[in-house]
Every structure is written in structure tokens, then in C-alpha cells.
């Protein structure tokens, strides 16, 4: 049984690059096209596996070209597919608009399958879930799967981590049941009203999380000023790695969990768990695409 697991969304991401951001009615010309893997738990598994993790992930996705696209992903990565294959609703999808110079990005997703993702989807892998060392999500599926998923990884003493992206409402007591958070400065803002603009800023809202029940560590990424990590005792800023130029950041954030959720299974200390994973990040943006851009377990050793 995999050592992770991972519940999330699967989509198709239709990737635009432009020389800048469109505005509302505006029509621009763009500047390359591409077409490929996405969903933050399918980017992350992927991420995870090709770190060196034994990963599950565990999804809906439709019988179609898309779904298809997932799971050819997912066998090259070396991701277990823990999916159901939905016959009545597409594999979701995503319109990505990235601006050529910065790398900057917007994003629209419509989870299709995935967004039918269920408690009771959950409940039918909880040997699986029982069995592994760490189990981590965000919040792209519905909030009832989530909240189920990490009641049973907590019942079983599994390592779970919460990735809360997009940003949401939080049922009461789901924080409790996370070892781990991993917002970023934005969704951290949203959680906790605590403005985040930098490492002194995002310690307030790590402070905050953990006094809303989070059981071992806080850890707000904070782009190009690195992370911020707090466990009710110690501080811990991890500054940013140099793997070269940033092209394209829209799986950073994948990346970065990914590659924690790696070093956790694989016993690291939480100091090196970022160094590892703040390095799985740094390779990720330095290539096109999400899924594409997850670096192998040599690159990153190499970095480190």
C-alpha cells in the first residue's frame, strides 16, 4: 500500500501564455499554447512520486481523452491511481493565463468528475488511508470528502497535512485533525485576517492557525521570500533556493507540498523536510507546464 496518499482533483490545464494579463473585454494575441496534467492533487502526487515518494492518489475522473491523459501521467510519475472512473461527468479542466516576463499566472478551474469526489469515496479506501505515513489534500473537491479523509488518516495516526487551497470556510474542528498547514500568504490572510506580506507578518498568522487547532506546525509559503514555519515553540524561515531563470510558477506550490510530503514519509526532520521541499520548488518553476515541471529526486539531491 502507498506510503502517501494524496485526495484531490485531476483537470486538464489549457495553458495561454500572453506578453501581459488580460482585462475584462479585452481581446490579446497570445504567445504560446500547451496543453497537459493538472488539479493540485494529481500535480502534487506527481510531484511527491518523482521525489522518490510511493504515492497513491485517490480522485474521480471521466471516461474520456482527459481521464486518459491522467492516468498515462500517473504511470510515468510511478503515482498509484486510486480513481474513479465517472461515466456520467467529464474529467475536469482548467484555463490557465500565464504573462511571458514574470511568470505570473490566473486561473479558472471546473473540477467536472473530481467535484463529485465523496465521503463515502473516501470511506471505500480506508485500509489504504490506515496504512500509509502521510496523507495530505487541499480543498479543490467538496469539503465533506476532505473533512472525512483526514478524520480517518487522524483515527490512524497518519501524518496528514492540509493544503487549504483555493482558500474556504472551515467546518469546525477540521484544523484539528491537521499535523500540518501549508497555506499560502494569501489563503493564510483569508484563514486567519491576518495580513501576510512577509516572514514577520506570516509568523502572526502561523501563531494564529496553530491557536485554531493545528496539532504540529504551520507553514506558510511565501514565494519569492521562501516559507515560514511555526510549531508553537520555534521559528523556522527557509529562504528561497536559485535552480535558475522562473519561467512558469504555477505548480511552485504543488511542487513545494509535494516535496514535504516526500521528505515527512520519508522521516526527515521538519528543517529538512522544507530544504527538500523548498528545492523540489525551485527546480519546478525553472520549466513550462504543472506536472511536467516536477523535478526527479537526483535534481533535487543535486540542488541541495
Known sequence: ???IIILGVFV??????TAKMPVTGQTLLGTGFQLGPGGKGSNQSVAAAKAGGDVGFLSRIGADTFGQMGRDVWEAAGVVP???EDAERPTGSAGIFIEEATGRNA???VPG????????????RAAEIAAAK???TQLEQP???ALRFLELASEAGVTTILNPAPAADLPDGLLALCDYVTPNETEAE?????KVTGPDDALDAAKALLALGVRKGALITLGENGSLYWDGAEAIHTAPMNAGRAVDTTGAGDAFNGGFACALAEGLAVREALRFATATAALSVTKHGTAASMPARAEIEALL
Open 1 to 3: 500500500m502507498p506510503e
Open 12 to 17: 486538464a490545464d489549457a495553458a495561454y501564455r
Open 82 to 84: 486510486m480513481v474513479i
Open 107 to 109: 486561473i479558472v478551474i
Open 113 to 124: 468528475a473530481a467535484g463529485a469526489i465523496s465521503a463515502s469515496d473516501v470511506e471505500a
Open 134 to 136: 502521510v496523507a495530505m
Open 143 to 145: 469539503m465533506d470528502a
Open 190 to 194: 483569508e484563514l486567519t485576517g491576518c
